[in-house]
């Protein structure tokens, strides 16, 4: 009996310590085999910048919806070819030139568990729109009314034709806010413990560090694979890489090109460009001095070598564009060919200009694009044309335009994020938009045609027209559009999108 007893007591010492082999383990080293229990399913995401608000409606850059489209849903989102595709509204038809109407789907909650419903729709657009929310997302002002039809319809009435609504509702505009969570907590509140419909839910903010969510495992479309997503803010791009070598993070989101040589080739480690639509060009100012000439404008745009700069600064990923609409948006016209690159046809336009001996200009641009501007200094020096730059941060940057104290040149991008040419224009061209310098009569009547008419073969004929006027004019020095760059661990699932969005939901790991 003893020795039965024995042998008993060993028999059970084997199955526990074959147990503890098998599922007991800390998760698997990247590239191993792992069983469902021990998989990784917490992805981080480093990126450059920290959200300002986490209130989806106060604020405008991507930075910022890179990590609040991981929480809240819009109207109407994109599929993998780009189009547009059902999100919390299923359908939506022009019913006339001034009411779109929205079907919304049904049994859709918010985190804190009140319903998504057309009374919710109405909340948010009417509080995006209300003066005292101070919102910087201006592509909704054209809604003057949303009318609630039933629970599941709502139609938005437009103080005049919208024709690309349906897209201003993928993404800063279109996003939807609880309308009970905002009156109970408050606007502060709301902007801390943000509360939305989407894949995953907040769990925490430490600012300029990290943001971290939880999956919402009642999610409309279903769970999603990650259980957790983390967003970590590192401003550096040697801590970035380093970051990305040790596995801290799995992700990092818009890196430079150097940063992305530095990490090609490393163990575990994968680099993908992917096709963007943000497009940069150097703003001139044509209202005085030698940029009033077309001729001498012509001319900057001639002395650039556009492709050499693809080439060199920006490490192969980007692609040359010949006026200002990449050319997955829609208006893009093809037909409409860049300048070519002739140093002595430019030097040339110059002196017939009035300029034979060059003229010296400033030039203003945020510090991270210090590499391109100092090229194309170089580039226009070659044809007398001295340039002094003028470096500063974005913020900076971006106020003196909006104040009008910028420079006679400065070097900006667009991402034209409706993927419609309407949003690469639209601040830039009309002789009373915000960036404009630039006055001409026949642009802004093309562009109250791109704005004002639903029918896609008139906007694209007005598309068309305004770009080979832009080619003639030259009000810029049109230069590419960029590549998204990621530093990816070769165990991550997740497919980059053209606008640049970190929209994690179908993220997973190998």
């Known amino acids: ?3 039965k007893a024995m042998l008993v007591a060993m028999c059970v010492v084997m199955m526990l310590v074959g147990c503890s082999k098998a599922g007991g383990t800390t998760e698997g080293k990247e590239g191993g ?41 819009t109207l109407v989102a994109r599929d993998k070819d780009n189009k547009l595709a059902p999100a919390l ?15 919304l789907r049904e049994g859709v909650k918010f985190h804190n568990g009140e319903p998504f419903n057309a009374d919710a729709v109405k909340f948010s ?46 993404l800063f505009g279109g ?85 992305a040589d530095q990490l090609k080739g490393q163990s575990g480690i994968n680099i993908v460009s992917s096709p963007g639509i943000r497009t940069f060009y150097i703003s001139l100012n044509t209202t005085q001095g030698p940029l009033a000439k077309k001729e001498v404008r012509q001319a900057l745009n001639m002395a650039v070598d556009v492709d050499t700069m693809i080439k060199t600064v920006m490490g192969g990923h980007a692609e040359r564009v010949s006026t200002m ?40 641009a945020a510090t991270p ?27 900076t940057l971006v106020s003196n335009i909006t104040a009008k104290k910028v420079a006679p040149m400065y070097y900006i991008g ?29 642009v802004d009547k093309l562009i109250d045609e791109e704005e004002l008419t639903i029918d896609p073969q008139k906007r694209q004929a007005a598309f068309s027209k305004l770009q080979s006027i832009l080619k003639e004019e030259a009000p810029y020095i049109f230069l590419y559009q960029i590549n998204g760059l990621y530093g990816m661990r070769t165990n991550v699932d997740w497919t980059p999108n053209p606008v640049g969005l970190m929209k994690m939901y179908t993220a997973s790991f190998k």
């Open 175 to 259: 996003v939807m806010v609880p309308p009970q969570y905002i009156k109970e907590k408050g606007d502060d509140n709301f902007a801390k413990s943000p509360v939305g419909t989407g894949p995953f839910k907040f769990i925490s903010w430490q600012k300029d560090s990290q943001i971290s969510m939880e999956a919402n495992a009642d999610y409309w479309q279903g769970a999603a694979k990650l259980s957790k997503l983390t967003f970590k803010i590192i401003p550096n791009p040697s801590n970035m890489a380093a970051a990305l070598r040790t596995g801290e993070i799995d992700i990092a989101a818009g890196i430079k090109s150097e940063v």
């Open 369 to 395: 694009d210090a590499n391109s501007v100092q090229v194309i200094a170089a580039q226009l020096e070659q044809i007398g044309v001295k340039v002094n730059i003028n470096l500063m941060d974005n913020t």
């Open 89 to 103: 509204a299923t359908e939506w038809k022009s019913v006339d030139d001034t009411t779109w109407e929205f079907k």
């Open 325 to 364: 609409v990449p050319k997955q948006n829609f208006g893009y016209d093809a037909s409409v060919k860049p300048f070519e690159y002739n140093v002595q046809k430019a030097k040339q336009m110059l002196a017939d200009a009035g300029y034979p001996q060059g003229f010296s200009i400033q030039l203003d």
């Open 33 to 73: 085999a792992q069983t469902p229990s021990t998989a990784k399913t917490t992805l981080t995401v480093g990126q450059e910048l920290d959200a300002g608000t986490l209130d989806p409606q106060k604020q405008g850059k991507m930075p910022d919806m890179n990590i609040l489209i991981n929480m809240f849903d």
């Open 1 to 3: 009996m003893k020795l």
């Open 414 to 442: 667009n991402t034209g994020w409706t993927m419609d040419a309407l949003s690469n224009f639209q601040s830039y061209l009309k002789s009373d938009r915000r960036y404009n310098n630039w006055v001409n009569a026949e």
């Open 125 to 170: 657009i009417d509080r995006l729109n209300n003066p005292d929310t101070k919102s910087p997302i201006v592509e909704l002002k054209t809604v003057k009314e949303v009318v609630v039809v039933n629970p599941t319809t709502v139609r938005f009435i437009t103080n005049g034709p919208d024709p690309i609504l349906p897209n201003k509702m993928t």
